[in-house]
């Protein structure tokens, strides 16, 4: 039995309310990163020790703990507590908050990234703590990591798979069911292969022009 | 929970043997590639970005699933265990060339010309002088790689091969405990991933000691 | 040793038996001064004598270790509250530090702001004043330090002197009555010093400002200081005016590091 092309492109269509669900789950998941991440570097530079301890833990065990395991424990434990969520949302939660550890580490390196003396200069002008973030620190600390964000979104997307495991109807739980339904998971599987590797390729490259861009705006 | 006690061990041995098979595939490889994109000849240098791209491009769990469901339709046909370590170790493997090549190619060029000098060959230069160098600085991202492999063995468990996270669904299913079950297998995994990063940074600071390169800097 | 004490008007800053450690190490040491409003004071010494530290004491951008610093009156570092002496809160710091402004050896401008925004930022985000208004006193600032036809241009476009100037115009935007100066010429190039040195000369002809500089150019602390001080290991050791410490240094410690600066 090899790759039959015809029944390739017949199954093609079924992939495209599942790569709305991917793109979904990944944007949705990187903005949730992006803002938790930023709240953990923050917090880790808290002037109250406990705060910051705590921060650095918790990226910690997020970083050490598989993905996987962390989508199981909000999938079944999150329902006893309450709140009444769909497996979307409970993957984009799952994706954020994994995603968060490692935006959070990136955001500290951008932000110990920022003179010493920009710190200062902002005291000496009595800018206050809220005011030397957002208008002093962060505009510096983003701009040098946005090649290193990106590569995170990227990272994130091809994560997604793993939620075909709480029973969303993404990509690769999509290629799964039609091979359950006509016994070929050769085609369908490489399908969704494909699609990865184009856009992953799509998405690299587009990075590597951020990063250039990014070059020339800190040094020109 | 005691009764589970021999299901979670067995779990437990599963994802070390996996961990320790795919760090195993994923150094060979990571030389292999990272070595070959430095290569004279082109073919070797594409066939190793093939291998790269293709692996980085895509998801680990659709290689997986590939690879298990899709490669017997064509006749190749491995056991679970075989191809959990396959692919995982040639996914981190591609990550992992990218830290060799990153290292090998940050190591001054006046050391390739003073192995040249002193009559080396190009095999005695790389073993004897290049990479106890390199090697320093491929440690921490490895160190860092090899966790995102212990997380990534958790993949295993759907393609029904008995790991860890295998054998604590089965338990949430038997017990209905999911809360304290998995709070278990958090802190487990946890665990590992401390104690490897230790190894690690054991490892950085006993390769660490007085490197320099003899001249000014 | 103090000199200017001669008029009767009250300390601007008192420094009284002020100590500083980094580790063990006592860089400022058991330290006295009085600063006279409208003063303008030079600090020299050798290099590691702790005249940067005495300046970021004062920003406080360090916190004192020992003794007490006083800003018109008002203790620094300890306030009350509920007739009881506390560590200083924010609040306290905040408004002390309203009174006095720095301008730093590396220019510390916002790279990623004009230099207008560079001075509107603290006028309008501290003092609360308008927009509009805010615009208008930086573009006056501007102008004063020779620069008004570079409102919007970005630091990474100016050169160091014009750096520098900036950066001057934006501690002058919060009207500070102090004004410390870290060596704010040593990272410029030779022929961009004058243009800063200019702006320096026309500041210490103002009776509102009070000035504190750290400066190695001897010839200019002669010319625009009405007092020199001293110091080395953290001590003063000589404090005096311009005529005495140049003509003839009492201290024979003075009298060395003089002969070995001038050399060059
Ligand atoms: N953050 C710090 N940590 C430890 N030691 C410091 C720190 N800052 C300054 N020092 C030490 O304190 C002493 C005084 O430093 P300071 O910068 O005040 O000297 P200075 O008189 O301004 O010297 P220079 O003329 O070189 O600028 C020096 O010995 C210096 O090494
Ligand atoms: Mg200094």
Redesign the interface.
Known sequence: MIFDWGFAFSILPAFGQALVVTMQATLAGMALALVLGLVWAIARRSRNRLVAFCAGFLVEFIRSTPLLVQLYFLFYVLPLWGPRITPLETGILALGLHYSAYTAEVYRAGINGVARGQWEAALALNLGRAVTWRTVILPQAVVPILPALGNYLVALFKETPLLSAITLLELLHTAKLIGADTFRYLEPLSLVGALFLILSLMASTLTRKLEKACDRFRHG | MVDYLPAMLSGLKVTVLLTLGAMAVAFVAAFAAGMARLSRRAPVRGLALVYI??F????????L??VY??LP??GIRFDAVTAGILVLGLNTGAYGAEVVRGALSAIPREQYQAAWALNLSPAQALWRVILPQAVIAMVPPAGNLA?EL??????V??ITLGDL?FQ??TL?AATLE??PV??L??GI??LL??TM?FGFRRLENRLAHGQDYGGVR | MTVSATDNKPALIRISRAGKFYGAHKVIDGMNLDIFPSEKVALIGPSGSGKSTLLRLLMTLEKLDEGEIEIDGVSMWTESMAGRKVPAGPAHLKAIRSHIGMVFQSFNLFPHMTALKNITLAPVTVLGMGKEEARQRAVELLGEVGLGHKQNAYPGQLSGGEKQRVAIARALALRPRILLFDEITSALDPETVGEVLEVLRRLAQRQDITMLLVTHQMHFAREVADRVVFMEHGKIIEDAAPGQIFGSPKQERTREFLKSVLQY
Request: proline share 0%; hydrophobic share 55%; glycine share 4%.
């Open positions: 791209e293709l980085r491009g895509t998801s680990a769990l659709v290689q699933f590939w469901f899709a339709l064509v966790i212990l997380k990534n063995t958790a993949l468990s759907l996270t604590a669904q949430r999911s809360g998995f709070a297998l958090l995994y946890f991933a401390q990063r």
